[in-house]
């Protein structure tokens, strides 16, 4: 079905405040993507109105902060933050002309508290107090839309001599424009903020009656902005002799994209966003260099301050640059396993993707790391390095002196040996030079059961250090039935 439902609890406490957070239930219920109009015996052409698609997420969380001595007390269910959140994306993508892809989207989020409490200014005693929390359903709105139109544009050379070395090249460049709106709700007319006498001297600040509940309040500001975007890559084949077909194909480059970059016309100045741009190449088999840069394209006073004046090419804020080897025993199309050298690098706090007692992992990166979190024990041994240098700059606290640069340089390795034929190892850390001190590291020991598998993996030092235990069947219809003992990093952060 196109439904789930997750549910949690959590209690964590801090041994040196003696402070107890407890998450008692926080409840998770989806509706993967439909499409309401498509008809269920389609005749002819597809209608337009069958493209619009659907998603729901409905959310449920109480939380409660409080002493130990104190968490049963009528204060602590006072200051309990719980509250519904519905998020409906709404969505269609349509071709025109044979080559742009273009769709509209519309994201559509209510809250739901059933408490409130304002603020006013005590005249006698010169402050803002605040009232008794007032009791009742309240109803929290807000929405945006956009427009999006991307297409890819092919550049190509053909040899007509089939003797030169260099047979073609293809330039890909991938072009993205979309247009984005979203009201201020901020406005009186909402009751999302509110003023209220500040001072003795008439002065009035902003709050909202829903600060401090669990889901927040809509953002305040509008917005009305167009956003851009150009990805590329080059390619070229070649003569080769050691290739069957006699080709052999060069990616020059990977990828060089420049974007996001917005600009919103409603900002008073200065309304032109950075811009990001980056490079990745593989130099030669194996060698890759990944280079980065975000540029201000405003100037700056000499105390760091931004004025509302363009230049080209404007001020490098950041800058990294990297570059890496792997050295494998074997090399094929496989999809890339936990101790494959070109799966993604693994967060340390995704040591263990199918542990999250806290809901802290991002979705979509765990899901991610849960599909190469299986050992490939074909593959002997891997090992890899990749050296990281960068460059920031920020205005100095005193504000008088321009700015203070920033550079750090970072050395990674990592890789895995099967030492058994059903057992491997998989490691990954580094070395901070600035902070003269190791990075996180892993290390994960994986056993083959052959319809399960087991493993461990431990993170020694740094704050996320932790452990966690799993075995668990290996088939994915199967994944819930396993068994996982672990100490979380979240109980050695401070």
Not at 257 to 277: E, T
Not at 298 to 323: E, M, W
Not at 361 to 383: E, I, V
Request: hydrophobic share 35%.
């Amino acid at each position: 079905t196109p439904f789930s439902l997750s549910a949690n609890m959590s209690v964590s406490q801090n041994s040196q405040s003696g402070t107890l957070s407890i998450a008692l239930p926080n409840v998770v219920f989806n509706v993967s993507t439909f499409y309401p109009f498509k008809r269920k015996e389609a005749m002819g052409k597809q209608r337009w109105y069958e493209k619009i698609s659907l998603r729901y997420t409905g959310k449920f969380n109480n939380k409660a902060n409080a002493k130990e001595s104190e968490i049963f007390t009528k204060e602590t269910l006072q200051n309990m933050q719980y509250g519904f959140e519905h998020s409906i994306p709404i969505s269609a993508t349509y071709n025109i002309f044979n080559y742009i892809n273009f769709g509209p989207t519309i994201n559509y989020t209510e809250k739901w508290y059933f408490k409130k409490q304002e603020q006013v200014w005590n005249p006698v005693l010169n402050r803002i107090d605040k009232l008794d929390p007032e009791y009742g359903f309240y109803r929290l709105y807000n929405y945006n839309f956009s427009l999006q139109a991307s297409t890819i544009i092919y550049g190509r050379y053909e040899a007509k001599k089939k003797t030169r070395k260099v047979q073609a090249i293809r330039h890909t460049i991938t072009p993205t424009v979309s247009f984005s709106y979203a009201p201020d709700f901020s406005k009186q007319k909402y009751g999302y903020l509110k003023t209220v006498q500040s001072d003795t001297l008439g002065n009035f600040k902003t709050y909202s009656p829903f600060e401090g509940s669990i889901f927040g309040v809509p953002s305040s500001g509008q917005s009305m902005a167009i956003n851009a975007s150009l990805s590329q890559t080059l390619e070229m084949k070649v003569l080769s002799k050691r290739d069957t077909s006699g080709m052999k194909k060069i990616k020059l480059i990977d990828e060089l994209r420049i974007g996001q970059v917005s600009y919103n016309f409603l900002a008073d100045s200065m309304g032109l966003s950075n811009i990001p741009i980056s490079l990745r190449t593989t130099v030669f088999q194996n060698f890759g260099i990944n280079i980065s840069a975000t540029l201000d394209p405003y100037r700056v006073t000499p105390q760091g301050q931004r004025i509302n004046k363009l230049f080209f090419p404007g001020r490098v804020v950041s800058a990294s640059t990297s570059f890496g080897y792997t050295f494998q025993s074997r090399q094929d199309n496989s999809t890339p396993a936990i101790n494959d050298i070109n799966s993604a690098p693994i967060d340390p706090a995704y040591a263990n993707p199918f542990y999250d007692p806290y809901g802290q992992m991002n979705p979509a990166l765990r899901r991610q790391y849960m599909t190469q979190a299986y050992y490939d024990f074909s593959l002997p041994w891997n090992l890899g390095f990749n050296y990281t240098i960068s460059y920031s700059s920020s205005p100095t606290n005193n504000g008088t002196t321009g700015y203070q640069k920033n550079i750090t340089q970072t050395l990674g390795i990592n890789g895995s040996v099967t030492i058994l034929p059903k057992m491997g190892v998989t490691f990954q850390g580094g070395y901070d030079f600035q902070a003269k001190e190791l990075t996180p590291a892993s290390i994960t020991i994986t056993r083959d059961l052959h319809c399960w598998q087991m493993s461990f993996a431990w993170i020694p030092f740094g704050h996320y250090q932790s452990w966690s235990f799993n075995i668990g069947v290996k088939a994915a219809s199967l994944a819930d039935l396993k068994y996982d003992k672990s100490q979380s990093m979240f109980d050695n952060l401070y």
